[in-house]
C-alpha cells in the first residue's frame, strides 16, 4: 500500500549558494532575486507523492556562515536527507570546496543511511561561466560518485531540477 514518510532533510553549503532560493522555489513556487540571507536556520515543510509513498519533508534551511557552524549538527543530526548547494558561477571554485567539506563533515558525523544530493545551482548562469564550466561539471559528477552523491544541476531561479532533485531524494529515502 501507500506509506507515508516524514523525512528531516538539512540544506548545506556556503553563504550565497541558493539553499534558501531552492527552498522558496519547492515549498512556495516562488523566486526573488534579493533573498534575504538566513539567520541561523529556517524550518519549511512540503509534501511530495512519489510511486509507493507520500513523504513529508521537513525541511531545515542552515545559513551557512562560519559563525553558525557549530550549530549544523542540531540541524543534519538525525536527517534523512542532506542537499549539500554550491554555486556553479562561483570564481575558482570556492563554493564548491566548501560543499566538499560539509559532505566530509556529513560522512563522518552524519546518518551513515543519509541519502545525499549535491546540487550545482544558478544553472541558469550556465552562459555566463568560463570555458572551464564543463569539466568543473564533470568533476563535480565525478566527486558524486566517488562519495555516493547524486549531482544534479539546478537552478532556483528558473526552476530547472528542483522539485526533480527533491523527488529523486524521496525515491532512494529507504522505504521502512
Ligand atoms: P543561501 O545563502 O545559500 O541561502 O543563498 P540565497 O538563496 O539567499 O541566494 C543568494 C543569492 O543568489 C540571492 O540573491 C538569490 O536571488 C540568488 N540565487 C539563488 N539561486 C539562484 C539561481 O538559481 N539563479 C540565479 N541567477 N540566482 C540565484
Ligand atoms: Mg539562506
Not at 548562469?125 to 570555458?131: C, P, Q, W, Y
Not at 564533470?138 to 537552478?155: I, R
Amino acid at each position: 500500500g501507500n506509506k507515508n514518510i516524514n523525512a528531516k532533510l538539512v540544506l548545506l553549503g556556503d553563504v550565497g549558494a541558493g539553499k534558501s532560493s531552492l527552498v522558496l522555489r519547492f515549498v512556495k513556487g516562488q523566486f526573488v532575486e534579493f533573498q534575504e540571507s538566513t539567520i541561523g536556520a529556517a524550518f519549511f515543510s512540503q509534501t511530495l507523492a512519489v510511486n509507493d509513498a507520500t513523504v513529508k519533508f521537513e525541511i531545515w534551511d542552515t545559513a551557512g556562515q562560519e559563525r553558525y557552524h557549530s550549530l549544523a549538527p542540531m540541524y543534519y543530526r538525525g536527517a534523512a536527507a542532506a542537499i549539500i548547494v554550491y554555486d556553479i558561477t562561483n570564481q575558482a571554485s570556492a563554493s564548491f570546496e566548501r560543499a566538499k567539506k560539509w559532505v566530509q563533515e556529513l560522512q563522518a558525523q552524519g546518518n551513515p543511511n543519509m541519502v545525499m544530493a549535491l546540487a550545482g545551482n544558478k544553472a541558469d548562469l550556465l552562459d555566463a561561466r568560463k570555458v572551464t564550466a564543463e569539466a568543473s561539471t564533470l568533476d563535480a559528477q565525478v566527486y558524486a560518485q566517488e562519495n555516493g552523491l547524486f549531482f544534479m544541476e539546478t537552478s532556483a531561479k528558473t526552476a530547472s531540477n528542483v522539485n526533480d532533485i527533491f523527488y529523486e531524494i524521496a525515491k532512494r529515502l529507504p522505504r521502512v
